[in-house]
């Protein structure tokens, strides 16, 4: 019962692979059935949109055109992807994303190369969208829980989830026509562990890299 309920969302994904988002965006019972599934809390789900939007802003206001870059967050988790010009730009960018409130880690996956082009990334957006649609598809995995990111051809993955379901989602990335590589930036619990259903707090920062 549960894939026929989220395949009546399937005409949704296009639209939320442009930004990397997971299943969950404002579209009334849309809104209902991901907060209802999602292992975070509605405070962590409200914090990562809040993190996005930040690091987002600040990073195209203070790095305009040395760069192209993209935040995603999960559970407080930054994953940093895009290109920049040089390491400095680079640096900078994962400073900025660390300087947000309530940003627990940052995972930089910034390369160093001149801006990609409208048909990469396209190529990019419609990975995303085959893989949100295999993991809807997918028996004991809930699309919720797993965030996809392409960049490049580079599937990234972020979610908290079991390892189970973390092998799950990595198998049908990594075999889906065109991706050339799956990086995890998972967080893992156990079905049983409390941290299933709800996230850690906020930890003490780590130290921003140095110019």
């Avoid at 209902?32 to 690091?55: K, P």
Wanted: aromatic share 4%.
């Amino acid at each position: 019962m549960r894939r026929y309920r989220y395949a009546a969302l399937f005409a949704l994904i296009p639209a939320l692979a442009l930004q990397g988002c997971p299943a969950v965006i404002g579209a009334g019972g849309f809104v209902a059935m991901s907060s209802m599934d999602d292992r975070r809390t509605t405070g962590t789900q409200l914090d990562d949109s809040a993190i996005e939007s930040r690091a987002n802003s600040r990073i195209a206001e203070r790095i305009g055109e040395r760069g192209r870059i993209h935040v995603a967050a999960f559970n407080r988790t930054v994953l940093l992807t895009g290109e920049a010009w040089d390491e400095a730009t680079r640096a900078e960018a994962e400073r900025i994303a660390l300087e947000v409130p309530n940003v627990r880690s940052v995972t930089n996956e910034i390369r160093l190369s001149s801006a990609s082009s409208l048909s990469e990334r396209a190529g990019d957006t419609q990975l995303t969208a085959v893989i949100k649609g295999r993991l809807m598809n997918a028996e004991r995995l809930n699309p919720v829980h797993v965030k996809v990111i392409t960049d490049a051809g580079v599937v990234y993955l972020l979610g908290l989830v079991t390892e189970t379901e973390a092998e799950t989602a990595t198998e049908l990335a990594r075999t889906t026509g065109g991706v050339r590589k799956v990086v995890k930036v998972f967080e893992y619990c156990k079905e049983t562990d409390e941290l299933c259903r709800r996230p850690q707090p906020p930890a003490e920062k780590p130290k921003p890299p140095r110019a």
